[in-house]
């Protein structure tokens, strides 16, 4: 009988360590989740500015006056 109840006790400890780690799982589960989440986000920002810099980096380089066009107006002469 005292076999019996060792038995018991000591089950019932595990069942409280499987319950304690099948929560600690649940809970990671969860930060996972959140961190998945969070990472997509990040993703469509990151594609986001990529394509607001490729849009910019192309304006700016229509609005940009060249090294030689400067040189042309400082250096030639004015004619009509």
Known sequence: FEEINACDTMLESMEK???GFQSDLGGISDEI???QKESMAMNI?????R???DTLKKFL??????DN???GICQERVSE
């Open 33 to 35: 989740k959140h961190l």
């Open 61 to 66: 380089q229509n609005m940009v006056v060249s």
């Open 45 to 49: 920002k990151v594609k986001n500015r």
């Open 17 to 19: 360590i499987l319950l």
């Open 51 to 53: 394509a607001v810099e």
């Open 69 to 71: 066009l400067i040189v």
